[in-house]
């Protein structure tokens, strides 16, 4: 957590919830520039298991979101997520799941770049799922996805306005490492979960079988 805050990577920031609690943190989530979630403010919630690094984290949007990779709870449904066990039903490579050498900033980049990239053979939202491929296979003549999206982003902003948050919208702005302020902070941004978080954990087996269309493995 000190190395993200003091050498942050663009696209996020991460907090704790509780300053005694290291298991659990908090992650904003910028949508990147030239994207459908440009301009967006994303909140959500990192918890490790007692055993990471041998077990992945589990990652849930608080904010609500509309993906075919996210589940209605927020739970997200990624390989990089899965526990590092043999399924060859699954569809997965063993070197796309969780290993212990995994770093946080690679959840963290691989969830981003899922965001503009979904991958659809096995979605956890069907709806979201359809409608993207048909905004898709339109060529963009179809906006039913992307004008939820859209919807979506502009609802963000009163969030980061509330928590004093700039968002960025250029490349430029993207691209600056933003050292997270003053611990204070740290749970006053994601006071309003949209998500119980007693749910995190019940997606968490759900999601295998899938094979990523675009780069990213997830499932």
Request: hydrophobic content about 30%.
């Amino acid at each position: 957590l000190k190395g993200l805050q003091e050498e942050p990577v663009e696209g996020f920031r991460v907090t704790l919830v509780d300053e005694g609690d290291l298991y659990t943190w908090d992650v904003a989530i910028f949508g990147p520039p030239d994207t459908h979630y440009e301009g967006g403010y994303f909140k959500a919630r990192l918890r490790f298991p007692i055993d990471y690094p041998y077990s992945p984290p589990a990652f849930r949007f608080l904010t609500k979101m509309w993906h075919p990779n996210i589940y209605e709870t927020g739970d997200v449904c990624i390989s990089i997520l899965h526990p590092p066990v043999d399924d060859p039903q699954s569809g997965e490579l063993p070197s796309e799941r969780w290993n212990p050498t995994q770093k946080v900033q690679t959840i963290l980049l691989s969830v981003i770049s899922l965001l503009n990239e979904p991958n659809t053979f096995s979605p956890a939202n069907v709806d979201a799922s359809v409608m993207y491929r048909k905004w898709k296979e339109s060529k963009g003549k179809d906006r039913e996805y992307t004008d939820i999206i859209r919807k979506q982003v502009l609802g963000t902003k009163l969030d980061a306005e509330r928590d004093g948050v700039k968002v960025p919208t250029t490349l430029a702005e993207y691209c600056v490492k933003t050292k997270v302020p003053a611990s204070d902070e740290g749970s006053d941004l994601f006071y309003d979960d949209y998500y119980e978080d007693d749910e995190m954990e019940e997606e968490a087996e759900s999601c295998y079988g899938d094979e990523d269309d675009s780069g990213n493995e997830e499932s």
